[in-house]
């Protein structure tokens, strides 16, 4: 008899502790509103996050940050469930990346964009460039496009009309002076600068080796509604949870908008 009472009495400690572990996680997949893991790449996106982070501390949600030197390991670890979401890439990357490798993965707000330039150490305009200098671009599919799309801009090349995320060289159709672009990896540009007449370098190279938009760029994208901003990114099934729009309500304050302006000056901006 006692041993049926023994075990009578494990069984009902045994289904309070399901109960209540049943109460804290919900059926439909919801992430916690007290607690989210989110993935950034270092530098900047890190940064911003971390002031986002202390402002949501204050209401009692804490944000864990796990910081990548990768830019395809915060999509790998958020679509595995490694992380709750990431803060990192454009709309570009992103969409390439759950094209090719499946993700169920999607944006949730903008957060900030980096303007990419031009830089030099030869000329102050790109007017200036003489023909058959080389020009450089990223050569990663998300950011030569944007490269070369720069530089069209600029009046200095012409891409073929409709030109995607897999545009090259080759869909240059009109370079009146003969320029010789170079495609070079994104992070190695700014090392490479007295090599070229003028390089298009992503905005975080270009911090790394101490340039600014503002201040040393000979041509550069918009400041103000940039076409090519970041995103906050969850898995698809929790775009619409309540933790995302409380983070987004962080990330989109005057607080963090503030934060942005005195820290970058002018290389990072808000996207929203």
Same mark, same amino acid.
């Given at each position: ?7 009578? #009495?494990?069984?009902?400690?045994? #289904? ?5 572990? +049943? ?10 509103? @007290? ?49 709750? +979401? ?40 790109? #007017? ?24 069209? @801009? /600029? ?11 897999t545009s090259t060289k080759r869909d240059v159709i009109s370079n009146p002076k003969h320029l010789q672009i170079?495609?070079?990896? /994104? ?11 003028? /390089? ?16 040393? #760029? ?55």
């Amino acid at each position: 008899m006692k041993r049926f009472a023994k075990a009578l #009495s494990a069984l009902l400690v045994l #289904s309070l502790v399901f109960a209540l572990s +049943a109460c804290g996680s919900s059926s439909s997949g919801e992430l916690s509103t @007290k607690e989210v893991t989110v993935g950034v790449t270092a530098g900047p996106h890190q940064q911003v996050m971390e002031e986002v982070a202390r402002l949501a501390k204050k209401d009692g949600l804490t944000i864990h940050l796990k910081v990548f030197n990768d830019y395809n390991q915060p999509n790998i670890a958020l679509n595995d469930k490694d992380l709750d +979401a990431n803060s990192y890439q454009t709309m570009l990357f992103l969409k390439d990346q759950i094209k090719n490798k499946g993700y169920k993965i999607t944006d949730a707000f903008a957060t900030v964009a980096f303007p990419m330039g031009i830089y030099s150490k030869s000329i102050k305009k790109l #007017s200036e460039l003489k023909n058959g200098q080389k020009i450089a671009v990223p050569n990663d599919p998300a950011n030569e496009l944007r490269g070369l799309q720069l530089f069209e @801009k /600029a009046g200095v090349i012409k891409l073929k009309k409709g030109a995607g995320v897999t545009s090259t060289k080759r869909d240059v159709i009109s370079n009146p002076k003969h320029l010789q672009i170079v495609e070079l990896d /994104a992070a190695q540009l700014p090392k490479q600068l007295d090599q070229v007449a003028a /390089a298009a370098i992503n905005t975080n190279f270009a911090m790394g080796a101490g340039l600014t938009v503002l201040k040393d #760029s000979i041509f550069h994208e918009p400041l103000v509604h940039n076409p090519y901003p970041n995103y906050f990114v969850v898995r698809t099934a929790n775009k619409n949870d309540k933790v995302i729009k409380q983070i987004q309500k962080y990330y989109h304050s005057a607080d963090v908008k503030a934060y942005i302006k005195k820290t970058f000056g002018g290389s990072v901006v808000p996207a929203w």
